[in-house]
């Protein structure tokens, strides 16, 4: 089936550095993807849409400047933490829509990423 | 807010006994999924049922959708450890593919 890769699995940065995150759609082309946040035994909250050649666009109370979406190619979205702090300190998991005709509502998720700042 | 609420927040059981989840919504749906989530991982889509569908099968689960009270049921039959994971249902928003609310979720333990 279709696989949705997403880099880095875990990192951890300095308070104050940028952190990128990439999210692949390995056997389909994906002209939206999602990003989600994730905080410890909580549910998703959905942060923004990635669109291909496009702006993001960003769910109310994210802030746009923090988390700078660019999604430039069909098959890459990247996720950029801008100066992190601790706060920033979450599993980050991206998605991208099921292509198959009568799929599309179902969507394939990325591994997640733990972003844990200092 | 989460459309989706979700009893019980946690489950733990026995390996062969049956686990039951429920999920609450608030607005009008086209279809009602169900995800699941290994600890520290990603989702995994498990089942999709639609407005009009009131059951579902698929292998062990089975799900249950009621419109009327806005609620779905996720019945796992003969329940293994395997199955010890976060199970989410989630609603779509709108008519956008993949902006989906989810649930709080329910841990489900499953014990040897």
């Known amino acids: 089936g279709a696989v949705v890769s997403q880099h880095p699995s875990w990192v951890i940065c300095k308070s104050g550095t940028s952190v990128k995150i990439e999210c692949r759609s390995l056997?389909?082309?994906?002209?939206?993807m999602f990003w989600y946040r994730q905080f410890p035994k909580q549910s998703l909250m959905l942060m923004a849409t990635?669109?291909?050649?496009?702006?993001?666009?960003?769910e109310q109370g994210v802030e746009k400047d923090k988390f700078l979406i660019n999604h430039a190619s069909l098959t890459l979205s990247t996720l950029t933490v801008t100066s992190a702090h601790p706060e920033d300190s979450s599993f980050y998991i991206c998605?991208?829509?099921?292509?198959?005709?009568?799929?599309?509502?179902?969507?394939?998720f990325g591994a997640g990423t733990r972003l844990s700042v200092l | 807010s989460q459309q989706g609420e979700e009893d019980p927040q946690a489950l733990s059981i026995q390996e062969g006994e049956n686990a039951t989840m429920n999920c609450s919504y608030k607005?009008?749906?086209?279809?009602l999924q169900w995800y699941r989530q290994n600890s520290g991982r990603g989702l995994v889509h498990l089942i999709l049922?639609?407005?009009?569908?009131r059951e579902k099968h698929s292998g062990r689960l089975r799900v249950t959708l009621d419109t009327s009270k806005k609620s779905s049921s996720l019945l796992i039959t003969a329940s293994r450890a395997a199955d010890t994971a976060s199970y989410f249902c989630?609603?779509?928003?709108?008519?956008?593919?993949?902006?989906?609310?989810f649930g709080q979720g329910t841990i489900l333990t499953v014990h040897p």
């Open positions: 990635s669109n291909e050649g496009s702006k993001a666009t960003y």
């Open positions: 607005t009008s749906i086209n279809n």
């Open positions: 989630a609603t779509l928003r709108g008519t956008s593919y993949g902006k989906l609310t």
């Open positions: 049922i639609r407005s009009n569908e």
């Open positions: 056997d389909f082309q994906a002209t939206t």
């Open positions: 998605s991208a829509p099921a292509q198959a005709q009568g799929t599309k509502n179902i969507q394939y």
